[in-house]
Nanobody, 112 residues
Framework: QVQLVQSGGGLVQAGGSLLLSCAASGRTMYGINWHRQAPGREREFVASISKTGENTRYADSILDRFTISRDNAKNTVYLQMNGLKPDDAAIYYC???????WGQGSQVTVSS
C-alpha cells in the first residue's frame, strides 16, 4: 500500500507564499490530488496532477495563484501557493487519485 508523507505548511502573512510537498512511497507513480479542509467548511478540491505531470487541474478559487507540479525522480508532488489569502487557511491533504490514500495533512495558517 502506497503511503503519502507531507511536509511544508506553516504560518504566512496574507499575500505570502508557501510550498507543500507530498512524497509517495515506492517507485510507482500516481495521479495526485490536493484537497483542503477548514473548520466549518466542506472539504474542497484544490488541484490535481497526472502521473506524468503533463495534465493539471485547478479549482477556480485558487486559479493563477497556486501551481501543482511533480518531480518523478523523487516521486514527490508539490503545491506552490502564492498570494495566500486568509480564506486559504486550512489543513491541506494530498491524496492518491482513485484510492482511499491520504497524506497526514499540512496546516496552512494565513494571518491578515
Amino acid at each position: 500500500q502506497v503511503q503519502l508523507v507531507q511536509s511544508g505548511g506553516g504560518l504566512v502573512q496574507a499575500g505570502g507564499s508557501l510550498l507543500l510537498s507530498c512524497a509517495a512511497s515506492g517507485r510507482t507513480m500516481y495521479g495526485i490530488n490536493w484537497h483542503r479542509q477548514a473548520p466549518g467548511r466542506e472539504r474542497e478540491f484544490v488541484a490535481s496532477i497526472s502521473k506524468t505531470g503533463e495534465n493539471t487541474r485547478y479549482a477556480d478559487s485558487i486559479l493563477d495563484r497556486f501551481t501543482i507540479s511533480r518531480d518523478n525522480a523523487k516521486n514527490t508532488v508539490y503545491l506552490q501557493m502564492n498570494g495566500l489569502k486568509p480564506d486559504d487557511a486550512a489543513i491541506y491533504y494530498c491524496t492518491v487519485y482513485g484510492r482511499v490514500v491520504w497524506g497526514q495533512g499540512s496546516q496552512v495558517t494565513v494571518s491578515s
